[in-house]
């Protein structure tokens, strides 16, 4: 069973979005959903999200490219990356819009098994998180929907720092940085 120590539930997941997805994403997920729902975990930084929604809204802006091109996303951080299952490498990819690059980020199971145990250092060497706490201090929690994001962009010379962090639509955020640095394609 995956055991999610500090989850936050936002809202349950329909039974029509577990049925449309069992199957295509891995058991654990699924058991995720069935027992948690949708919600934040790792001290609000992950987020469980609508798949289907997210599909609808960025499917374009994945950038998957290799295998069989299936990237579905199932996670978003606290800093506007986005986590995805590809099964072709039967594996969770993290796409890290901040950083123009993408890397996996292990089976499921080892996901959430190694967000429990190493927790904060995890985040920060699979996630490079470390300024998503400082961000909280400083600008207050983000709403389920949001994340931080740097403005201006890392990518068009933006500097990384707490102050450049502002609240933003997460979907709405990961469509603009497509626009303005293309996909990362992976």
Known sequence: ??????????????????????????????????????????????????????????????????????????????????????????????????YGSARGLGSMRSFFTLIRLDGVERLSDAFKWDMFPKAVEAHGPLAFDESFVYVPLLSLGGAEKVENLHKRDTIASIQVAVDLQGLIEH
């Open 1 to 98: 069973m995956v055991e999610i120590l500090d989850f936050v539930p936002h809202a349950p997941v329909p039974a029509e979005i577990i049925e449309e997805y069992r199957g295509r994403v891995p058991a654990e997920l699924v058991e995720v959903w069935e027992t948690y729902g949708y919600g934040t975990f790792a001290e609000g930084f992950l987020r469980i999200i609508d798949p289907k929604l997210y599909e609808a809204e960025v499917g374009d802006c994945i950038g998957k490219t290799q295998g069989d091109g299936v990237s579905i996303p199932i996670m978003t951080t606290g800093l506007g990356d986005l986590i995805c299952w590809e099964p072709s490498l039967n594996g969770v990819v993290g796409i890290f819009y901040r």
